[in-house]
């Protein structure tokens, strides 16, 4: 699995280095950063682009052990025998009387005729003779390279070099974000989620030492060819040697502090002075071990980095490791759990230490977690709570948080178990409530769930249960695609009385999501945001609808074509729950609607990389939204051109979608046309994307009518589609279904179909634009057209360019742009910005030569001039490896 790091996210610092040590009026540079941080790594590429036949590099390594003797770093380069002064008795390494003269020389003889490079690392560690001996050299003309950890003392000869002498310092920091995941692929070898990437990198602060022991610790786990991390973080021994080494030694009461801060993270700093000592604490944050920092008026104590608390958290035992967590506990219960936060927290440390007080504090705790979507932590406090006698009410939230866990087929027992006890009518519907939502959304039991419905409400007679009942139905009816039934139910609802809060947004959520996969984008706005300013009413009691309706308003930007709105509600929802990294449900839905924007766009690639991650947080049994996932992941590996592949995804999406999840799972069904024509089947291509689009009328899916009736255009049956496509026009909101219409009721003519083809660039569709601009091609050249045709066909092929690769029947009769073998180098030279003049004397041509070159290519390439030819070939260069020679 493991690969060595690779040198990443440090070009710009090699240059200076690079620069400050061969070209400047520097002598060198000092190269300071914290441990692990990629100091000696970056000295080291540094040293190995010197040229040798200008550079000598004498490299040595300061350490402890070492600086305890005079030249000690150096001695490997210093000639061992009689001092300078001749005297037998004593060698020079004991510590010569007269300087560092004699060292210097015996160093500097090491080069030659060639340029010294004395390159230290941790320089910091240097014994006094050592450090002025690095003066000496710098004096005389030889180049430092050193590094030196920062916070450490430097010796003073070596500290005036880069303050007050010709050798600047270079802070090094830590990693980004891009360049940790760049560092983690090329680790493992293979594609690392993104929410794992980024967990890591604020886990390790961008810390290169401290990742590649995560990794080689086991830190990740690969599924479906996407490595991610699961659980809690591996501490292994030589990561705990490294951390250990930074915390050093510390008495018993430092000990204390750390591991409270460790345990409680953050803890106020009151708490924590009343639990220890305050002199106790300001030994611990003056060695920077634990830093205090101000968050609403609070002060509050963390761990100086992420990894000291992981590594205390491992060090301590068990016994000790409870005392701290119930010390914890009881004094923030002390202070009233003033703060929302403060419910699970001490839940959870009450959970860990064995002192579970009761279900109340469990149960509220438990409703928390899942509003936080810490599925996991969810479901831990959830059977705290039930086996602490939580009753009914207890058993209705575990099954419904292992529900989002993942595990509806526990959640049903639990539930199924419950309905034995439940003997009122809010506990009669708030049971069967929940055992509908998991038939239906877990187990793929519609039947089961209807039935289970029918009987609660024979029974229940209060208004306002009933109202739930009819409101799971009508969320359930929705969910299964039959959206033009639940708009009588949401209202039969709603006249029944004012509901419920928790009621009232469920039904929102369910209209919302009708309404999104309707095309009614606006409307669906509309509703979600009166929904979620009432928000606080009910967020605790029902979190999971505060997803559906996140689900619903990204579902109406990407109908509408609002893609950059649709990306930005994605990524800021993949973030928050990336966070917490337990609820694979909704990471894995906003993966795949990821993929899907990207797939709109063209970015094919991209796209498969989403979907992959998609579908590796599924586990192997039928699931809701698996065939969105799969399907989409189908979808993108078919334009990819990987039928195996595309064949086996979409496989998968249909033996894992549920029966009852017909409306987010369409993607599975959107998919089959894509697959086929990646086969090479297009006939076969046109009849189930029009089939797809048969369904999705059926049901009142617009949305998916309009996307497949699109497809069928693209596969070049607009004929068949265009009618359909004219009367979704009309119905469906934003700027697609026009434009969809349009595309379908211009085919053949090439003029409009280049119009089409630009306001879907306009848009940032860019496969769809590469595709309208390929059948504009094919348009002019049937009506005798060949200029216009070569124009368009250019058009489409620089388009296309920017799709990775996608592979479709549009693009596939593209033609290739033809040019001579001169034209090319031509075209070569002027991407590059050279004059006529220079293209001229580079080749050995006359101007007007030139001029005719591109007058020429011009006319094959259907462009009018110098900055058409540079747009449609870039900074790539000309068409070799893409164009023909005539």
Known sequence: MWSPLPFVGRGAQLDTVRSLLTDGAARGVVIAGAPGVGKTRLMAEAIAELDPARFTALRAQATLAASALPYGAFAHLLPAGPGPDGDSGGEHLLGPADGPGWAADALLARSGRTTPVVAVDDAHRLDPASAALVTEVVARGSRLLATVRSGEDVPAHVRRLWRDGPVPSLALGPLSAADTARMLAHCVRGQVEAATSRRLWRITEGNPLFLRELVLAGALTERRGVWR??????????????????????????????ELVAFGEPVGLDLLTGLTSPAAVRRVVDRELVVVVTDRRRRLARPAHPLYGEVIRARTGGLRARNRLRALAEATEATGLRRRHDVPRVAGWRLRSDSVTGAAPMAAACRLAWAAYDVDLAVRLGRAALAAGGGVDAAVLLGTVLHFADRPGEAEAALRRAADEAGTDRERALVAAARARVLHGGLGRAAEAHQVLDAAGATVTAPEWRQELLAVRASCEVLAGRVEASPALIARVRAMGVPLPRVAARLAAAEAGALAWSGRAEQTTTVVRAALATARDWRDDVPDVLAGLGLARLTARVVAGDLGAAEDLAEAGYRALGDSGTWHTGLAVLAAVRGQICRMRGEVGTAVRWCREAAARFGDAPAGFAGL??????????????????????????????????????????????????????????????????????????????????????????DRAAGRLAVLAGRVDGALAPLYARHAAVAGDGSALAAVSAEYERLGLILYAAEAAAQAAAAHESAGRPSAARAANTRAWRTARRCQGARTPALAAMATPEVTARQRQVIQLVVTGSTNREIAGRLGLSVRTVENHLLRAYERLGVGDRAELADLFGTAGAPAGHGGVT
């Open 229 to 258: 991390q699961r659980g809690d973080l591996p501490v292994a021994p030589r990561l705990s040697e490294l951390i250990g080494g930074r915390i050093g030694e510390v008495d018993e009461e430092e000990r204390a502090v750390l």
């Open 629 to 718: 996932c799969f399907g989409e992941l189908a979808h993108a590996l078919a334009l990819a051109g990987d039928v195996p592949a595309a064949e086996e995804a979409l496989a998968e999406a249909e033996r894992r979608a549920l029966p009852t999840c017909l409306a987010p799972d369409f993607p599975a069904v959107s998919a089959r046309a894509w697959v086929r024509a990646a086969r090479g089947d297009v006939d076969g291509a046109v009849a189930a994307a029009l089939d797809g689009a048969a369904r999705a009328r059926a049901n009142g899916l617009a949305a998916f009518e309009m996307s497949t009736l699109h497809d069928a255009v693209r596969l070049g049956a607009a």
